[in-house]
Nanobody, 125 residues
Framework: QVQLVESGGGLVQAGDSLRLSCAYS????????MGWFRQAPGKDREFVAAISWSGDRTYYPDSVKDRFTISRENAKNTVFLQMNSLKPEDTAVYLC??????????????????WGQGTQVTVSS
């Protein structure tokens, strides 16, 4: 079983930076590609970033490209999301997700196997 726990959210002002962390636990080597998603009230879940198991491949939508950076430290079972130049429209609950190690990198939330509970990010103008 895999468990994911996000941390690092909070209230910041537009233009500020924030770093989210997602710590995962696994009994056996199960976690492969990982991703971050976000969901604002009344809106659909939105893909934010994804990273391969080795960390050599990353993927972002245009809405956050050049502002957000995903990274991971497999030795510490942790994935990060560095968010710079935050905007009010970035306000949402940010969720960490993981795919089984046998699966490939994807931006589709429906294809992720494990999810965290989320951490709130609020950006004031």
């Amino acid at each position: 079983q895999v468990q994911l726990v996000e941390s690092g959210g909070g209230l910041v002002q537009a233009g500020d930076s924030l770093r989210l962390s997602c710590a995962y636990s696994q009994r056996t080597l199960s976690v492969g590609p990982m991703g971050w998603f976000r969901q604002a009230p009344g809106k659909d879940r939105e893909f934010v970033a994804a990273i391969s198991w080795s960390g050599d491949r990353t993927y972002y939508p245009d809405s956050v490209k050049d502002r957000f950076t995903i990274s991971r430290e497999n030795a510490k079972n942790t994935v990060f999301l560095q968010m710079n130049s935050l905007k009010p429209e970035d306000t949402a609950v940010y969720l960490c997700a993981a795919r089984h190690i046998s699966r490939s990198l994807t931006a589709s939330g429906d294809e992720y196997d494990y999810w965290g509970q989320g951490t709130q990010v609020t950006v004031s103008s």
